[in-house]
């Protein structure tokens, strides 16, 4: 269902402050005594003077129903090149109001921001699933794909001027994994509200499961982010210099990888 014009005049983009917490979503969440909404909301916080902005949509009759996170191409909390672009970190929409015209709203507040700041453009990394945004939104607001690296990221870009450098993926992904080690990383930081309760119950699971005692990587500034073993960079696991899940993953995933690991190990 499309939104009319005059229902799209009524309808708020606002610009999150840190005045904000407890009083708006994050990511979905909702409750603000949640371990991971704070977590999220002090990341959020941190990072306004590096540039970050945060932005909600708000409708008369839903309240806040969409949310939308970028930051200038050199602090992006991806592992990017983008200077000089603005990164999308994330978009989000509740369910309910998907197919409305707002995701494009609030893409094009981005780009608006983008332009006041002089910039080439901006830049988002998509991939397929459910916990992170497709392609398809970004590529019918004119951002083109430009790069892709395993197993389905792609690096999408919308240039305002076609002579602009292309931002691109930092790779040399085995490299950097294999400078982790043996053993089991969890990698994490405070971009995702989804990882505190990831941390959590993963280590539980290893400790008393496997006998494993989990190495705890929390990336605290974007250039240990840009220097990430995989295009995502802010939430995984490796397993003994191998990356085993690339984004926050629950408890039972935990388990089924680590069974087909060890299986693995077995053999050899």
């Known amino acids: 269902m499309k939104t009319s014009n005059k229902a799209k005049a ?28 704070r977590h999220k909301f002090q990341w959020i916080t941190k990072r306004m003077s590096e540039g970050l902005k945060v932005k909600m949509l708000r409708t008369p009759d839903d309240g806040h129903v969409g949310y939308i996170e970028y930051v200038p191409g050199e602090r992006a909390w991806r592992a990017v090149d983008s200077e ?17 015209g707002y995701g494009t709203l609030l893409i ?10 002089d910039m ?11 916990w992170m945004v497709g392609k398809e939104l970004f590529l019918k607001n004119g951002f083109e794909e430009v790069e892709k690296a395993l197993p389905d990221f792609s690096l999408l870009v919308k240039k305002f001027k076609k002579s602009a450098p292309t931002p691109s993926f930092k790779g040399q992904w085995d490299k950097k994994r294999k400078k982790f080690g043996r053993g ?13 309760k990831m941390v959590n119950d993963i280590t539980e699971i290893a400790r008393e499961r496997y006998g494993i005692e989990p190495r705890i990587v929390e990336y605290k500034s974007y250039r240990q982010a840009q220097n ?5 960079a802010v ?31 077995a053999k050899f």
């Not at 917490?21 to 991971?36: F, I, M, Q, T, W």
């Not at 603005?86 to 309910?96: L, V």
């Not at 094009?108 to 700041?117: I, M, N, Q, T, V």
């Open 228 to 232: 990430a073993p995989w295009p995502y």
């Open 84 to 100: 000089n672009y603005m990164f999308i970190h994330c978009i989000y929409m509740e369910k309910r109001c998907k197919g409305r």
């Open 108 to 117: 094009d507040d981005c780009l608006k921001d983008a332009s006041k700041a």
């Open 120 to 130: 080439n453009g901006a830049a988002v990394v998509t991939r397929e699933g459910t």
């Open 10 to 37: 009524k309808i708020r983009i606002i610009e999150m402050t840190p005045e904000d917490a407890g009083k708006v979503p994050l990511c979905g969440h909702k409750d603000p005594s949640n371990e991971g909404y």
């Open 184 to 196: 089991l990383t969890i990698i994490t930081s405070g971009q995702c509200p989804q990882n505190v």
């Open 235 to 265: 939430a995984g696991l490796l397993y003994d210099g191998k990356l085993v899940a690339d984004h926050p993953i629950s408890g039972t995933r935990f388990r089924l990888i680590m069974e087909k690991e060890l299986r693995i190990n």
